[in-house]
């Protein structure tokens, strides 16, 4: 065996097992569109989605219907037409529209039922009219109202997948055409998923293809790999022509929304989605909200902020006491997080000589707690312990062992400690040991 190719291997292996513990109960939504269904790879990919549902990956599926619904509306000789990119679904159309509508969502049933998956199709989403819009009236075409969250959400904890087909009905029962697009975008951000999948027929973005925005890089084989928020909207003003901007604007909302990604693919690839979440560059495009966008390494200046925000919790005894002199010694092994220059929390991450590290002053501002904020600083922490390739993190805690416990630390002993803490550790004190693994 090439032994470079079997270390490439196990690495592969090591991922895959990190990346099972991190997404555990994560919610992925796919929006697919319906040259995608009908694409000979599109039984793969199922099978692929049915992998990472195996594997603790919640999973929704909204199925586009645009091509189906033209075939069905052109062989039952209903004339249809669009304005501003947008379907007018007429009286006569719309129950036309149902019927592609659930038709394409019931081929996504049949073949997750061939992968042994339990999926369900539903009427989950409260719609209304779009109206008259600029004069013109789009009678059954709507936007999503609601969506019956609790339901999906039951479902999902149950093992299946909700397929939504791109219908939804008003209080009267009235049906409603709506955007598969716009669908999915609201699904992820209402149920707060970890990534959106729009995949589509659609050529990868590569600089040849759009006006590259100056400041955004691509890969080395020129394709745009990833965008922040900024970045996106950028794109968007300078590429308002490209079929991909639509997604790319809802990819942006979503992000705002909470969504950390959006992954804009091409669904003719073989094996995309696992090729865009298991290699380092992706495949696709990412649209990514930075949630470490206001954390940065602590500064000499911030330290008279910092020793005031932790001050009441070293009154309480919660922290060890520190003083200026410390912070000034350690300066570099602490972040805060800043809000319009104001610091409202603040961390550090202590390394020791055998390849553990201590996170320790972890502080929130008690007018901010509640806001993620301290999540957030732990989790910048433990992304920096990964990067320095730590493998456990440790942090000595009197109150606050469920919250660490909560984000994945577990209760270690004190032979877990580096011996240069253990012999410092105040019995007195008698601090919970907590322990991260970050493989
Ligand atoms: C603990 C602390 C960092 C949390 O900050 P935060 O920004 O509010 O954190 P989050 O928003 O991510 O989490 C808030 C959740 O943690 C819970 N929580 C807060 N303190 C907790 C504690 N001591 N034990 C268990 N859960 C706790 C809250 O009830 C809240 O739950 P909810 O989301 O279900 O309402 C902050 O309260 C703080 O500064 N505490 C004092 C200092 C401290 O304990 N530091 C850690 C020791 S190193």
Known sequence: MDINNSQEHVDLIR?????????QNALFVLKIDSQ????????????DLALLHQNGI??????????????????????YHSENGIRISTEESINFIKMAAFDVSNKVMTLLSGSNIPSVIGSWVKARALGVVNGTDYQ??????????????????????PIFPC????????????????????IARKMEASKLFFLSAEDVLTEKSINLPKEISTSDEGRLSKLSISQAEQFISMNSDNPLTGK???????????VDRVHILDGRIEGVVLQE???NLGIGTMIYSNIYERIRPMKRQDISSVL???KPFINQKILVPRDRNELENTLDDYVVYAMDGIIHGCGGLHLYKDGKAEIAGIAVDNRFVHLKIGRKVVSYLLEIARELNLKEVFVLTTQTSDWFLNMGFTQGRLEDLPAEKREKYNKDRNSRIMIYRTE
């Open 248 to 258: 790319i604007s809802m990819a942006v909302e979503a992000c705002r929304a909470g």
């Open 308 to 310: 005031s925000l932790m």
């Open 15 to 23: 991922e895959v097992f990190s990346y099972n513990r991190r997404f």
């Open 58 to 79: 919640k999973i929704i599926i909204v199925p586009g219907a645009k091509d189906r619904i033209n075939e069905i509306l052109n062989r039952y000789e209903i004339p």
């Open 167 to 186: 219908i939804g009905w008003n209080s009267n029962g009235d049906p409603y055409n709506i955007s598969s697009d716009e669908l999915a975008g609201m």
């Open 140 to 161: 059954h075409t709507g936007r999503v109202d609601k969506i019956r969250t609790d339901a999906v959400e039951t479902l999902l904890n149950e093992g299946h997948i």
């Open 36 to 47: 995608i269904i009908d694409h000979p790879y599109f039984s793969l990919l199922v099978k």
């Open 277 to 279: 979440i298991f290699s």
